[in-house]
């Protein structure tokens, strides 16, 4: 099978991913035959899967706009996707050209489509790197390049700590980032929930994805406050993501119970 000109070289087309079959949600183009296929049976199985990949993105960007209201220049997108609408360094470099933005991914046709897409862009870069590995985001060259840690940063976890087992210990994975930061800074996150009416589509959903490498799990509300420990959640708390700071000129069509989102901040040492 010859491969689409924006396919990195040695990518598995075998097996579904979860960067693509998210991009393919979306209605974006870089995925394969396999990722379309997985994201059809997700469909069937839960329909309301396609408005939870939608609103998402949606939050994701009210929470950076919030974040840049606040006076952060500093992104660290982790588990950022394929590039599509509405990415972090468009919202943000549309505020402040000078900003910032790092946007981290396992999967290797998100880092390479995002690498196209900045290039000639001299304040955003795009690299390969793994939550589970904090210090090798923190110490990545491009990373050291365009961000200083001397100043505020927002870490955006938005739809990827899911992935994430409990043996990974998410709430470690959040402390050994914030370590790095200083007190102001941010972390923003959105997390797939449990929800007692949904509970069939749910587990379907689980079951389907325990067929590829990247299993997904629900925590509940304390489990996503836990994750923060540490730092101040800000209001409204650890909300449905489409009750985080709702845009009044965009109302959301339907409340989006399946996905917690919250925001904490890094306080003064005491
Ligand atoms: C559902 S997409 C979310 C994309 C984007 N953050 C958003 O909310 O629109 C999840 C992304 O997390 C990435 N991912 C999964 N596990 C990861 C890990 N351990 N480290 C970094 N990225 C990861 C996947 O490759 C995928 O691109």
């Not at 990415?87 to 790092?102: K, T, Y």
């Not at 196209?116 to 862009?121: E, P, Q, R, S, T």
Request: proline share 7%.
């Amino acid at each position: 099978m010859s491969l689409p000109e924006w396919a990195p070289e040695g990518v598995d087309v075998t097996v579904p991913n979860a960067a693509r079959v998210y991009d393919y949600g979306l209605g974006g183009y870089h995925n394969f035959a396999v990722d379309r296929e997985f994201a059809e049976q997700l469909i069937s199985a839960w329909p309301g899967i396609l408005q939870v990949a939608h609103t998402n993105r949606a939050y994701l960007g009210r929470v950076v706009r919030w974040l840049a209201a606040q006076g952060v220049r500093q992104f660290l997108d982790i588990g950022s996707g394929i590039p599509t609408r509405g990415n972090v360094h468009e919202v943000v470099q549309a505020i402040d050209p000078d900003a910032r933005v790092v946007y981290v991914d396992v999967d290797d046709v998100a880092v390479s489509h995002g690498q196209a897409i900045l290039a000639g862009n001299p304040h955003a870069a795009a690299i390969g790197g793994d939550l589970r590995h904090p210090a090798g985001i923190l110490g990545h060259e491009r990373v050291r390049a365009l961000i200083d840690f001397d100043r505020p940063v927002a870490v955006l976890l938005v739809a990827v700590l899911h992935f994430l087992s409990d043996e990974d210990d998410p709430p470690r994975l959040v402390r050994e980032l914030t370590a790095a930061l200083v007190p102001g800074s941010y972390v923003a996150v959105s997390h797939f929930t449990a929800v007692d009416d949904l509970g069939h589509e749910h587990e379907q959903v689980t079951k389907l994805y325990d067929r590829t490498p990247t299993s997904v799990r629900t925590r509940d509300r304390r489990q996503v406050a836990g994750i923060l420990g540490g730092l101040e959640v800000v209001e409204p708390g650890v909300v449905p993501i489409t009750s985080w700071h709702p845009d009044p000129e965009e109302p959301a069509e339907h409340e989006q119970r399946s996905v917690l989102g919250a925001v904490g901040r890094k306080p003064e040492p005491a």
